[in-house]
Structure formats: structure tokens, C-alpha cells
């Protein structure tokens, strides 16, 4: 059955740190991965999206994602955040006719 | 281009009302979806659909209904509330149905049944 996991409820990184946030996923085919942001008290927002070939993927807002199928992970990574992304993020994977989602991890700066 | 328009904001509900939420959205997109979003159990799909004149069941459709009578439109439907379906919804779609297409989402509704 397919699953996606991220192990960190939240997460505190100063301001100007680099950022790593954590995705594992179960699926049985290949997989069709995204991250999303969710800003307080707003919708979702596509930040990036992996369906094949070079498994660092570029998104948008200076975030990079990269997929390692022996890992089956998709983690997201910033060279150096800014206080603006404190938010939610999201991970899912793609099956058929839906996206399956993780249980998301909040990101915290401190100033 | 306004995207996704979701209303109400919020609303809360007395226990066995029925409450509809609707979803217009303006980009032309085939497939619609809704969400329900609950605190440490990310977003579950309640219903979806392909196109205009069909609909699907998704995770967690029990309690729920909807119609896609055309294109810009997808309202979801509380026959009768119970607490257990307060949560922040989310209307969602995609150009198409399938698995690589990213979906566009609306500001939410937040649905209070006491």
C-alpha cells in the first residue's frame, strides 16, 4: 500500500541555517513524489515535484529535493532559510487518480 | 485570475445540519478534488473528480457527497454533520486526473460540528 512518512513533527533552524527535511515513501511502482508548503491559514503550494530522470530536482523559493530510490526517500533541502519559511511542509506521492500525503512537519525559525 | 474559491471561510454547525461547501474554480481544470486536513494525519481525500459529469470516492468518503454538475464547480456535501467531520477542507484540482499533474488548492474552509 502506498504511504509517505515524515518523521519530524517540527523542526527549529535559525535564520541563515541550512534545512533538511526528512520523506520516505512506500509504493510499489515508480513513484511520482511532490512537496508542497502550506503558509499559516492558506492553501497548498506546489514547491516541487520528481517523476524521473535526474533525481535532484530544483523548486521553487531556492528549495531542492533529492530522490534516492534505495533510501525510498525524497528529502527537501535549503542552503540557508529565511524567516519567511516558517510553514508546513508537505510530502506525497502520486498513485493513479490521487496524491497520497505524509502527516506533514512544521518548519520553525528562530530569529 | 482568481484560481480557487472556496466559501464559506468558516462556519460552525449544530450536530445533524446539513452544510454544504462549495468550490468554483476558474482555470478550466478536468479533475477537482476535496480534502480534509487534520492534525497529525496531513490531508485525506474525501472525493474526487475527473471530469465534469463524474465523480469518485476517495480515503475517507463516508458522511460526505458531491456533484460535478460542470466544469468550475465541485460542492461538498454534509447530509448530516457530526463532530467528527470538524476539520479545515480543502478543494483542490488539476488540468488532469492523473498522477503527475499538480494540484492547485483553495484557502480552506474551516468546519466547527458541535
Known amino acids: 500500500a502506498q504511504s509517505v512518512t515524515q518523521p519530524d513533527i517540527h523542526i527549529t533552524v535559525s535564520e541563515g541555517a541550512s534545512l533538511e527535511l526528512r520523506c520516505n515513501y512506500s509504493y510499489g511502482a515508480t513513484p511520482y513524489l511532490f512537496w508542497y508548503v502550506q503558509s499559516p491559514g492558506q492553501g497548498l503550494q506546489l514547491l516541487l515535484k520528481?517523476?524521473?530522470?535526474d533525481t535532484l530536482v530544483q523548486g521553487i523559493k531556492g528549495f531542492e529535493a533529492e530522490f534516492k530510490r534505495s533510501q525510498s526517500s525524497f528529502n527537501l533541502r535549503k542552503p540557508s532559510v529565511h524567516w519567511s519559511d516558517a510553514a508546513e511542509y508537505f510530502c506525497?506521492?502520486?498513485?493513479?487518480?490521487?496524491?497520497?500525503w505524509g502527516a506533514g512537519t512544521k518548519l520553525i525559525i528562530k530569529p | 485570475i482568481a484560481g480557487i474559491t472556496q466559501a464559506p471561510t468558516s462556519q460552525i454547525l449544530a450536530a445533524g445540519r446539513r452544510m454544504t461547501l462549495r468550490c468554483t474554480q476558474d482555470?478550466?481544470?478536468?479533475?477537482m478534488y476535496w480534502y480534509r486536513q487534520d492534525l497529525g494525519l496531513g490531508l485525506r481525500l474525501i472525493h474526487y473528480s475527473n471530469t465534469a459529469g463524474t465523480t469518485g470516492k476517495g480515503e475517507v468518503p463516508d458522511g460526505y457527497s458531491v456533484s460535478r454538475a460542470n466544469t468550475d464547480d465541485f460542492p461538498l456535501t454534509l447530509a448530516s454533520a457530526v463532530p467528527s467531520q470538524t476539520s479545515v477542507y480543502f478543494c483542490a484540482s488539476s488540468e488532469a486526473s492523473g498522477r503527475t499533474d499538480t494540484q492547485y488548492f483553495g484557502p480552506g474552509t474551516r468546519l466547527t460540528v458541535l
Open positions: 506525497a506521492v502520486g498513485s493513479n487518480y490521487q496524491l497520497f
Open positions: 520528481y517523476f524521473s530522470g
Open positions: 482555470m478550466r481544470h478536468n479533475a
